[in-house]
């Protein structure tokens, strides 16, 4: 069993950064995809990024590519998502997502529903 942890969240200006960071127990974790969606008030979930298990290939959505960041440290079972020029669109709850599929799939890393193991989020508020 994965249980991912989401931290670092918070309030920060409009331009400012913010790193996330996701951890889980288990040496598990380090075999599994793990991508970051969010989810502002009102809306779908939304994917951001994701990284294989091996931290070889990441994937963005156009609105966050050049801004966000995606890595990990699978010796630290974490992954990060650091997050640069944030803007007050930005403002959502992020949850951090682990999945078993086949990590050759770069398709599935888009979808939600192929996560296994979901984190229960933590707040980031951009001001403007």
């Known amino acids: 069993q994965v249980q991912p942890i989401e931290s670092g969240g918070g309030l920060v200006q409009a331009g400012g950064s913010l790193r996330l960071s996701c951890t889980a127990s288990g040496r598990t974790f380090s075999n599994c995809n793990v991508g970051w969606f969010r989810q502002a008030p009102g809306k779908e979930r939304d994917f951001l990024a994701a990284i294989t298990n091996s931290g070889g290939t990441t994937y963005y959505a156009n609105g966050v590519k050049g801004r966000f960041t995606i890595s990990r440290d699978n010796a630290k079972n974490t992954v990060y998502l650091q997050m640069n020029s944030l803007k007050p669109e930005d403002t959502a709850v992020y949850y951090c997502?682990?999945?078993?599929?086949?990590?050759?799939?770069?398709?599935?890393?888009?979808?939600?529903?192929?996560?296994?193991?979901w984190g229960q989020g933590t707040q980031v508020t951009v001001s403007s």
């Open positions: 997502a682990a999945g078993r599929f086949d990590y050759s799939m770069s398709v599935y890393y888009y979808q939600s529903s192929q996560y296994d193991y």
